[in-house]
Nanobody, 117 residues
């Protein structure tokens, strides 16, 4: 079994930065992909970033140029550096890890990010 936990959320002002951390523990043979999602009340869940060893990072248009995803597979951790935050970035941010060689995926509970003046 794999446990996933996010940390680093909080209340910030517009223009500020935050760094989210995703930590996976348990039996992980291969971290095939790390993803960050977000969901705010009344809105569908949105994938904001994804990183894989072979193809590198991809981002949603809404965060391109402001957010950076990275991972440390040796530590089973991933990060989401969020810069120039906007009120519309307010959401619960969740981490998903896709593992192999037999496909499995695991989610964390999420961490709240609130951007408000």
């Amino acid at each position: 079994q794999v446990h996933v936990e996010e940390s680093g959320g909080g209340l910030v002002q517009p223009g500020d930065s935050l760094r989210l951390t995703c930590t996976a523990s348990g039996s992980i043979s291969l971290a095939a992909a790390w993803e960050w999602y977000r969901q705010s009340p009344g809105n569908a869940r949105e994938r904001v970033a994804r990183i894989t060893p072979d193809f590198g990072p991809i981002y949603a248009d809404s965060v391109q140029g402001r957010f950076t995803i990275s991972s440390d597979d040796a530590k089973n951790m991933a990060y989401l550096q969020m810069n120039t935050l906007r009120p519309e970035d307010t959401a619960v941010y969740s981490c998903r890890i896709v593992t192999g060689p037999i496909y499995s995926d695991y989610w964390g509970q999420g961490t709240q990010v609130t951007v408000s003046s």
